[in-house]
């Protein structure tokens, strides 16, 4: 497997952390393996697409998000803050506020992982788009699920981070940033301030790890190449 993908993490990480770490090593393979060479992604911003969804469920529901399009807009401009430093820049198609589907879009319970997928409501799904799913309460601050083809991302409206030093000053962005950062094909990193690391607040992104995001997203057939004026 080349460096630039997801590693399994070691022994001591949770399950669901094993999981994921799977998934995103077969998310990675399905967008690389779709997508098509591109000459240069050294130049030129990247815009990735963001289709987020608002999962609506009854008061005490776990699918239910309590975030606000307001809550939306500042989270992605806190992340596309964080992933400009690699040249990429977040865009949102649409914010969807939706009920949540499937047998346990009611649930009280913390939801698993293996669970979520079939929260997501089909038809406003975009195969165009990275779909980002929050939620109230989940296992994980975050994580990737495949659904039809695609990572789809969720997020934890209650996630919650070990501070560090020049590390975002809040949550929610982070968490984002770090599951784009495992869609577009990058591993855990040690370096607590580094996006990468696990459950930490780091935002930083090393020089290899930002060649190696650039690269991975210019294969992806929906994420545009856009001239510094069109951000
Ligand atoms: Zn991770």
């Known amino acids: 497997m080349p460096s630039d993908q997801p590693t399994l993490p070691g022994p001591g990480t949770p399950a669901s952390q094993r999981r994921s770490a799977v998934t995103h090593c077969v998310i990675v393979f399905l967008l690389l393996a779709a997508g098509r060479a591109a000459a240069d992604p050294s130049e030129a911003a990247l815009a990735v697409p963001l289709r987020v969804h608002l999962l609506r469920s009854r008061a005490a529901g776990a699918a239910g998000t309590v975030l606000t399009t307001a809550d939306v807009e500042r989270v992605v401009e806190k992340a596309g803050r964080i992933w400009a430093q690699a040249g990429l820049s977040l865009t949102v198609d649409r914010v969807v506020e939706e009920r949540a589907t499937g047998p346990l879009a009611e649930s009280t319970g913390t939801l698993g992982s293996e669970s979520l997928s079939s929260l997501v409501p089909s038809a406003s799904f975009d195969p165009r788009a990275f779909n980002v799913y929050f939620i109230r309460r989940m296992q994980a601050n975050g994580i990737l699920v495949p659904h039809q083809g695609l990572p789809a991302i969720f997020v934890k409206d209650t996630a919650q981070l070990r501070q560090v030093p020049a590390g975002a000053d809040e949550p929610i962005p982070r968490v984002?940033?770090?599951?784009?950062?495992?869609?577009?094909?990058?591993?855990?990193?040690?370096?607590?301030?580094?996006?990468?690391?696990?459950?930490?607040?780091?935002?930083?992104?090393?020089?290899?790890?930002?060649?190696?995001?650039?690269?991975?997203?210019?294969?992806?057939?929906?994420?545009?190449?856009?001239?510094?004026?069109?951000?």
Do not use: D, F, Y
């Not at 990468?196 to 992806?220: D, H, I, P, W, Y």
């Open 176 to 231: 984002l940033s770090h599951e784009l950062g495992h869609a577009l094909g990058l591993a855990h990193q040690e370096e607590v301030q580094n996006l990468m690391a696990s459950g930490t607040s780091g935002t930083s992104l090393n020089a290899l790890e930002k060649q190696a995001a650039r690269k991975n997203a210019s294969t992806v057939p929906w994420i545009r190449r856009v001239a510094a004026g069109q951000r």
